[in-house]
């Protein structure tokens, strides 16, 4: 009898269509899906240090390669006395620390450039950064041009098969937050101020040597700032999920990573200590995955309302989170389905339609329940400039195509240049910039209001 050739466990079934690694039935004519590549990688250097009071392994770390850290960090850690803790540890090791602290609440070209003139000023050969996500991507982004000796505008690319081959000093991340996961990340997106628009540096070589994960460093975090950094780690790991990019390994963290906020998220919110560690290690894998797995529209749509208008980023984000897992959610359902399943959504047989149905309303009555605003105010963002928002999602990263004055040239035929698992179209961004205005709904709960 012939022996039966075995499938493996990652190839798709014939006459189904590989979209992401999975199983994903598409009924052509319904929705546009982005089809996976081939081959997939993972890559993730960095060494990440986890425990209560593991910032005192800092300066161990930083001294195996470096006498003269500079360290970035804002004016809110040196307020709290945080930044006290990396430098004891760094000169308890005889290492020479000087101090950037001039990180506003967004990362900008300019402070990057201030700070790489505190750091030659101080012969700095790394750097240290302790903070939120601004704190840490101003970091790197010191980092980066200290070793390239060349402005932001000449560095700017993707991470990817056309990355720049980017130099940068040692760098070492230590977030105050758990949300961005900017310490395993290659990259550090800036505001410039001069373009009004957001540029980002990244590179195959421009990781963290070593991330130090300490819970200790979040007691004080206030809970506001707890909920809109949980709400990106979230929404980190919903995105990798939804992308053509996705695989098992990235889907292995996002879906871990996941369950753990639904769970933690609104106790860290009310100040759990326990619950905050764990949403810490939840913030790293999420980011290791869509790292690897790359974000989609949720980013892509809240980054441009962040260039052009004055919200907090975890806002945006949390108002973009819904729209765009509903407009996802038919061209994904296994994947949707997978995310019930870590959520602790499903029952066992239950039909993967179903299944995937549970996901939106319980993200929905998390955001609820941690204060996350359902739609984004008139007095915030102004409508008459949803088409320059759309345009701005069709540009690519370059200052030539980010420049306002070179938006009305940009082409916004076909689909938006994005890793997003269900293709947009610009009449599609144009109604999902439409719906933030109008907001989502809960369940029993009175209609969005304008936030606060």
Known sequence: MPRRKMRSLIEPPPRSRKVGWFDQRVQGGIVEVLAAPDVFTFHAPTKVLHGRGAIARLGDEVATECRRPLLVTDPGIVASGLHRRAIDSLERRGLAVAVFDRVTHMATVRSVSEGVAAGRAHGFDCVVGLGGGSALAVARGVAIVGAEERPVRELVGGWGAEAPSLRMLPLFSVPTTAGSGSEVSPSAPLLDDELGAKLTLSGRGTFSRVAILDPDLLASLPSRQAALSGVDALTHAIEACCTNLATPITDALALAAMGILMRDLAAAVRGDADARARCLVASTMANQACGN????????????????????????????????????????????ARMADAMGLSRPGEPESSRAAAVVPAVKRLLTEIGIPRRLGSDEVDRSRIDELA?????????????????????????????????????????????????????GAPPPQTPA
Do not use: C
């Not at 790359?294 to 806002?315: C, E, M, S």
């Not at 040239?409 to 938006?416: E, P, R, T």
């Open 391 to 443: 345009r701005m999602v069709f540009a690519r990263n370059t200052p030539a195509q980010l420049d306002r004055a070179a938006l009305a040239s940009v082409d916004v035929g076909g689909f938006a240049p994005s890793p997003n698992i269900r293709r947009a179209r610009y009449a599609d961004v144009v109604a999902l910039y439409e719906r933030s205005l109008v907001g989502w709904s809960v369940e």
């Open 293 to 336: 797995a790359k974000l989609g529209l949720v980013h892509g749509l809240a980054r441009n309302v962040q260039t052009l208008f004055v919200i907090p980023y975890g806002v945006t984000i949390g108002v973009f989170l819904v729209p765009v897992m509903e407009f996802n959610r038919p061209a994904a359902l296994p994947a949707f």
